[in-house]
């Protein structure tokens, strides 16, 4: 069965044409990107990609959300997009359509990926366990975060809003950082910090312990200027970033009840060498007294150019089964 496969973030909406069948891996076809702030809907972005596709699209879609899907109206956590569940099938002028989580759908792409699309970050070499549960948990836009259970050879995915639990500092320029974020947001979430928009956050933190007088610069700037070391500044908060991710992934892991950790998304593979370092891997297994425990952990780094749409087809194959 062919569908238009669609992934919805914050700053862009991905689409692609994929061929699903029950139990199987998707065929993918070529992906197309727009960002959102171009377009004022989902169907606006949808005729754009029905146009550069030059093709009939199939009636049917798979649409992968960054943000809770559930109610009337779907908002976005970051974009001013919205859906109608009851409408939206009409909208795009499809038969079905599929609504699930985006990081759901990330969850559902590392159930069929191979094992060279996982590179390995940290703990025991090896294949992902069998059974049990994986926690999925990618910083863009915001910090998404899922559950992968997988029990007697068979997948189950369970979105979740980890993303949002509070940031827990654990040193004093960690506690600098949350007192300072505390004046601007009533509550703190990890995802102030350990997001793409959280580097700006901990590089004006330190900035201002130091005394150091900066000029505010767009995210992708600083992202830049960080990875590529042109920045000592931004450079530090790249260290920092890092180092509260491998807490926060831990954390999660923790709470999850997991045995295995796959960071997804675009940044974590722009930065990929440096969460395979310590910075990342010792604090995610800094945790007291399940620290042996945190170390046999195997955590891995979703390699495919585009698990949000791999994932959300996969999930329509789901369905079919």
């Known amino acids: 069965m062919k569908l238009v496969a669609v992934d919805l973030g914050g700053t862009h909406a991905r689409f692609a044409l994929a061929e699903v069948e029950p139990g199987g891996r998707p065929r993918m076809e070529e992906a197309r990107k727009y960002k959102t702030a171009d377009y004022p809907d989902l169907p606006a972005a949808w005729a754009a990609f029905a146009k550069d596709c030059g093709c009939d699209l199939p009636p049917a879609a798979s649409i992968a959300i960054a943000g809770p899907v559930e109610g009337e109206l779907i908002r976005f956590t970051n974009s001013s997009w919205t859906i109608r569940p009851k409408t939206i099938a009409a909208d795009l002028g499809v038969d079905k359509v599929h609504l699930m989580n985006d990081f759901a759908a990330m969850a559902a792409a590392v159930s069929v990926l191979k094992d060279d699309e996982l590179v390995y970050i940290g703990g025991p070499p ?136 796959v960071l997804t998304g675009g940044l974590s593979n722009r930065i990929k060498d440096r969460i395979a370092g310590p910075l990342f891997n010792e604090r995610f297994r800094a945790k007291g007294r399940f620290e042996k425990r945190m170390g046999q952990f195997p955590i891995r780094l979703a390699v495919h150019p585009d698990p949000g749409l791999l994932g959300a087809a996969t999930a329509f194959g789901t369905d079919l089964e």
């Open 126 to 261: 090896g294949d992902l366990p069998d059974e049990g549960v994986t926690s999925v948990i990618g910083p863009g836009t915001g910090l998404g975060v899922a559950q992968l259970l997988r029990r007697d050879g068979r997948a189950a995915v369970l979105p979740t809003e980890g993303g949002h639990l509070d940031f827990a500092p654990l040193d004093p320029v960690e506690e600098r950082l949350l007192q300072r974020l505390r004046t601007r947001y009533r509550r703190v979430s990890t995802e102030r910090i350990a997001s793409g928009p959280g580097l700006s956050n901990i590089y004006e933190s330190l900035a201002a312990t130091e005394g150091v007088a900066i000029v505010p610069v767009e995210d992708p700037v600083l992202w830049q200027a960080a990875i590529d070391g042109t920045n000592r500044l931004a450079a530090s908060a790249l260290d920092r970033f890092i180092m509260i991710l491998g807490s926060v992934a831990g954390d999660l892991a923790l709470a999850h009840g997991a045995n295995a950790v």
